[in-house]
């Protein structure tokens, strides 16, 4: 059994910024990776960015840039660092662990950018 607790959402203006925050607990064998994805209302979910056991990061173009990846392994959480926020980043914010166990993701935590 492993849960997943997403954080931080929020409403925010266009160009500012949020941190989001993911705590994985449970029967935690081997984490692989954690990941971060979105969907918004009606689309299909999308890949936002993915961390590797080994430290590196990858990111989905549109986010390039303005969106930092992280963790504290001490904690077994990860981070996204959303900068320059656009309304096209509105969306319910999910969290991905790929670990030895399987798959396992997260409820979710809204993200709403808007004036």
């Known amino acids: 059994q492993v849960q997943l607790v997403e954080s931080g959402g929020g409403l925010v203006e266009p160009g500012g910024s949020l941190r989001l925050s993911c705590a994985a607990s449970?029967?935690?064998?081997?984490?692989?990776?954690m990941a971060w994805y979105r969907q918004a209302p009606g689309k299909e979910r999308e890949y936002v960015a993915v961390?590797?056991?080994?430290?590196?990061?990858n990111y989905a173009d549109s986010v390039k840039g303005r969106f930092t990846i992280s963790r504290d392994n001490a904690k077994n959480t990860v981070y996204l660092q959303m900068n320059s926020l656009k309304p096209e980043d509105t969306a319910i914010y999910y969290c991905?662990?790929?670990?030895?166990?399987?798959?396992?993701w997260g409820q979710g935590t809204q993200v709403t950018v808007s004036s």
């Open positions: 961390i590797i056991s080994g430290g590196p990061t």
């Open positions: 449970g029967s935690i064998s081997s984490i692989m990776a």
């Open positions: 991905n662990l790929s670990g030895r166990g399987g798959v396992y």
